[in-house]
T-cell receptor, first 113, second 111 residues
Framework: AQRVTQPEKLLSVFKGAPVELKCNYS??????LFWYVQYSRQRLQLLLR??SRESIKGFTADLNKGETSFHLKKPFAQEEDSAMYYC???????????????FGQGTILTVHP | DGGITQSPKYLFRKEGQNVTLSCEQN?????MYWYRQDPGQGLRLIYY???????QKGDIAEGYSVSREKKESFPLTVTSAQKNPTAFYLC??????????FGEGSRLTVL
């Protein structure tokens, strides 16, 4: 069975400090990993996906298959980054899984001024 | 305004009653999903549908039922068999692989 673990429920940093939100997964096949974000009073939305290798709002995430991790990083945190972050995994079962995602427990990031 | 619309935002239910949460989308997405969000547990998949008139159980389908008679609509019924129904429910849709578009959610409280 696939599983996603986000070990930190809460993470606090000061503005300008680096931030890393941890995500570990277990899956025997070839996973697709995503980060979703929910800002205050907004809908949950996609932040980035590993397959596109892009940087969104200064965030990056590298899939490390050896360590089964997909940590989200940003070198200089901003106050507007304060939000709930979810790591999610999709199994690629013949390309039929669509958005059948398994989510982690979520990490609340607070960036202090 | 395009997107996913969930209603009602807040719903109270007495024990033993069935309730239905509405989810409508005008994004022309094929797939739709229902997730349950509980504090400390993240989002858990209840049901999903990849095409009209077809749907699949997710990880926690017991006590729930769905229908998909139209592409735009995917209502979720929380039945009296659901032992712990108080939760926040999120509906989502997708067309591209892995990217879900979420509604604002419905909070169900059992009195």
């Amino acid at each position: 069975a696939q599983r996603v673990t986000q070990p930190e429920k809460l993470l606090s940093v000061f503005k300008g400090a680096p931030v890393e939100l941890k995500c570990n997964y277990s899956y025997s096949g070839s996973p697709e990993l995503f980060w979703y974000v929910q800002y205050s009073r907004q809908r949950l939305q996609l932040l980035l996906r590993h397959i596109s290798r892009e940087s969104i709002k200064g965030f990056t995430a590298d899939l490390n298959k050896g360590e089964t991790s997909f940590h989200l990083k940003k070198p200089f945190a901003q106050e507007e980054d304060s939000a709930m972050y979810y790591c999610a995994l999709s199994s690629n079962a013949g390309g039929t899984s669509y958005g059948k995602l398994t989510f982690g427990q979520g990490t609340i990031l607070t960036v202090h001024p | 305004d395009g997107g996913i619309t969930q209603s009602p935002k807040y719903l109270f239910r007495k024990e033993g009653q069935n309730v239905t949460l509405s989810c409508e989308q005008n994004l022309n997405h094929d797939a739709m999903y229902w997730y349950r969000q509980d504090p400390g547990q993240g989002l858990r998949l209840i049901y999903y549908s990849q095409i009209v008139n077809d749907f699949q159980k997710g990880d926690i389908a017991e006590g729930y039922s769905v229908s998909r008679e139209k592409k735009e609509s995917f209502p979720l019924t929380v039945t009296s068999a659901q032992k712990n129904p108080t939760a926040f429910y999120l509906c989502a849709s997708s067309i591209a692989y892995g990217e879900l578009f979420f509604g604002e959610g419905s909070r169900l409280t059992v009195l």
